[in-house]
């Protein structure tokens, strides 16, 4: 930060600058990464990252303390308080560009992303400490834009720390996993719509013969003409092996990973399969 003597708004303006410079390079398209596969200690990386995440979320939890109260910190403990949170910033980036170039696309989106979400927490908790100082908000109001905003900031701190993947392999396997759950959905979803359209069905006849009328329900099924009817049972049945398909690749690509056995452009095509495949599968159930 600047060493020229500064208000709290210029503390807060020239803290906003440094994380937003942060930011930048977390969803740069091509970081300067400066790791060597050879000597890189995944397990150790990610200790550490995630203790590099704690630190931010603790300079964010003080900034929150001491500003949500009367008198609020001087001008100088401002300053050393914004230093502190750029500083533990700046670790978490230079933790993030330690990484090798060459670990694997998703893993070093999946990291990228998971510190810019934390960074960019950051950056709504300082524009409500801004809020806050300069009286933009009232007093009620800017109170609890902080606390949720400092709440933001531990969420995405303790994600870090808790479900950074360690390897490309296991980001491989837990987008491949969650690919799988959106397929699983996307069967219980057609499945219901196709029970609605046969309970529909079936109130209708039951109605037929009395003059009562029958308040009448939107169902999924109503508007499906009898080809598409035709098509909803294979497909139903081709979601199904789609989710077992991805259920049994995303078990061996975990096993894989464990053992180190599977190359890195090999997860990378297994990955783009399962979003291909969930894809298709949302798209499918869109037309009915």
Known sequence: MSSEPCTRSRCFSALLTSLNNALEQFTSASPPFKGDLGNFDATRFKTLLGQSAAALAQEGNKLAIAFRTDPVPSAPDTRSMCAHAEQRTVLVLSMYLSMPPDSGKHVLDA???MCANAVAAMI???????ARESQSLKKEEADAA?????GAVWE???????????????????????????V???????????KAATDESETKEA???????VEEEECPGETWTP????????????LKTSAALLKKVSESVGAATASDNCPKAQ????????????????????YF
């Open 267 to 286: 997860l990378m095509r297994y990955a783009s399969f399962g979003r291909l495949i969930q894809i298709a599968a949302n798209k499918y159930c869109s």
């Open 111 to 113: 990291v990228g992303k």
């Open 156 to 182: 995405k701190c303790d994600s870090i720390a808790k479900d950074c993947p360690a390897s490309n392999g296991e980001c491989c396997a837990k987008v491949l996993k969650a690919q799988r759950l959106l």
């Open 207 to 213: 109605a037929d013969g009395y003059d009562e009328e």
């Open 146 to 150: 902080i606390l949720r905003t400092v």
């Open 184 to 194: 699983t959905d996307a069967v219980k979803e057609l499945e219901e719509a196709v």
């Open 227 to 238: 080809n598409e009817r035709l098509l909803v049972a294979p497909g139903t049945g081709l």
């Open 124 to 130: 709504d908790l300082v524009k409500a400490l801004e």
